[in-house]
């Protein structure tokens, strides 16, 4: 089992920053792709970026230029820097786990085995 923690969400006004952390803990190995994913209220859970061991990163456009995945390998835990936010990006914010390597980890939110219990980003115009 693998437990994850996210901490660093808040509320900000646009345009502001926020950086996500996870602590992760259990049966955790270097190699699980790591992810952060994102749910608004009546809508479908959505991946925001992604990270393996070798740094290769998978971002959503919505996010791309804004937004930055980064990742301690000792401790998996993988990092979220968030710039120039906006309204929109208003959600519960959900890091995940991913029990295989991959070159390029996936964004869809079905294949991630283990999850936090999420932090909440409120951006106000």
């Known amino acids: 089992q693998v437990q994850l923690v996210e901490s660093g969400g808040g509320s900000v006004q646009a345009g502001g920053s926020l950086r996500l952390s996870c602590a992760a803990s259990?049966?955790?190995?270097?190699?699980?792709?790591m992810g952060w994913f994102r749910q608004a209220p009546g809508k479908e859970r959505e991946g925001v970026a992604t990270?393996?061991?070798?740094?290769?990163?998978s971002y959503a456009d919505s996010v791309k230029g804004r937004f930055t995945i980064s990742r301690d390998n000792a401790k998996i835990t993988p990092y979220l820097q968030m710039n120039n936010l906006k309204p929109e990006d208003t959600a519960m914010y959900y890091c995940?786990?991913?029990?295989?390597?991959?070159?390029?980890?996936?964004?869809?939110?079905?294949?991630?085995?283990?999850w936090g219990q999420g932090t909440q980003v409120t951006v106000s115009s």
């Open positions: 259990g049966n955790t190995y270097s190699s699980y792709c």
């Open positions: 990270i393996n061991n070798i740094g290769s990163t």
């Open positions: 995940a786990a991913f029990k295989v390597w991959a070159p390029r980890c996936p964004l869809k939110h079905h294949d991630y085995n283990y």
